[in-house]
């Protein structure tokens, strides 16, 4: 019985949302893939990415409604807590907070640094196209994505390809229909009934505010995540969501945006 038990709560972790730990169960993989081309799908980490400068240590947020928020402030060599808003491809150097173009040239995606702790999964940050393509190019694609307050946090939900909502809980895709409109008003998931979506494979980006240097503002406002595609000397593309919108934007290269991990399936 007690071995039973124990089966059933690994089984549970493993549905639970983010990429399945082993690659051996493809219904577990159905259940998490988002197509971002015609023939490659991904899953998404369990959590946006997080650095422990003190430590230099790196793991995901326990929970896909984690942010740091203006405490990013603290950024430095001797910080010893955890920080989650980093300059464009500083996977090698999370602590810059320079504004000289000259020191985001190379792009090392955060996916080698969090090898260091999963050595297992390969991870990497999505493209400019592939983001494209998962916003409106995958079947039903308008049906497949939100913004929500989802226990107190604002942010915008993914559904994977194959989305079946919960008994009981009816999503409202889309955004808010004009701007200024909180996302409390498009809908609101309490933590019970998102944990529901999460076990379906749904995926919640936090909007976490944006760094410019050691100052953090548009803190649940705003959420901007790194992509890896270059725009230009001094400018990169990110996904940039707020309540009524979202799509891709060319970001300078020295903010400090979120970062959401992926593993190709």
């Keep these: 019985m007690k071995k039973f038990n124990y089966l059933a709560i690994v089984l549970m972790a493993l549905v639970f949302a983010g990429c399945p730990d082993s690659q051996n169960s493809p219904s577990l993989t159905e259940t998490n893939a988002f197509s971002v081309s015609e023939y490659k799908k991904v899953c998404f980490s369990k959590g946006n990415l997080q650095y422990h400068p003190l430590n230099d240590e ?4 326990p929970n ?62 999505l493209t400019d196209k592939e ?3 998962l916003r409106y190019l995958r079947n039903n694609a308008d049906d497949l994505y939100g913004v929500a ?15 079946k909502s919960p008994r009981g809980i009816q999503f409202k895709s889309g955004l808010c229909d004009k701007w200024g409109m909180q996302y409390s008003e498009k ?11 999460e076990r379906n494979g749904a995926i919640f980006l936090p909007a976490s505010g944006i760094r410019n ?3 953090v503002f548009k803190v649940q406002e705003r959420g901007c ?19 009524n919108s979202a799509s891709s934007s060319r970001y300078y290269r020295y903010l400090g945006l979120s970062v959401r991990l992926v593993k190709d399936l």
């Design 131 to 133: 983001w494209h393509y």
């Design 64 to 125: 896909q409604t984690d942010y740091i928020g203006e405490v990013n402030t603290n950024i430095s060599s001797n910080y010893n807590s955890w920080i989650d808003l980093f300059a464009w491809g500083t996977g090698a150097n999370p602590i810059d907070t320079t504004r000289t173009s000259d020191n985001y040239q190379i792009f090392v995606d955060w996916g080698e640094m969090i090898k260091k702790s999963d050595t297992i999964n390969n991870w990497r940050t």
């Design 225 to 243: 995540y790194w992509l890896f595609t270059e725009y230009d000397i001094d400018r990169a593309w990110c996904l940039d969501f707020e309540s």
């Design 213 to 215: 240097g050691t100052y």
């Design 149 to 163: 307050q989802v226990d107190g946090v604002n942010g915008l939900i993914l559904l994977p390809d194959n989305w």
């Design 187 to 197: 809908q609101i998931l309490t933590k019970e009934n998102w944990l529901k979506l």
């Design 58 to 61: 790196w793991r995901f947020a």
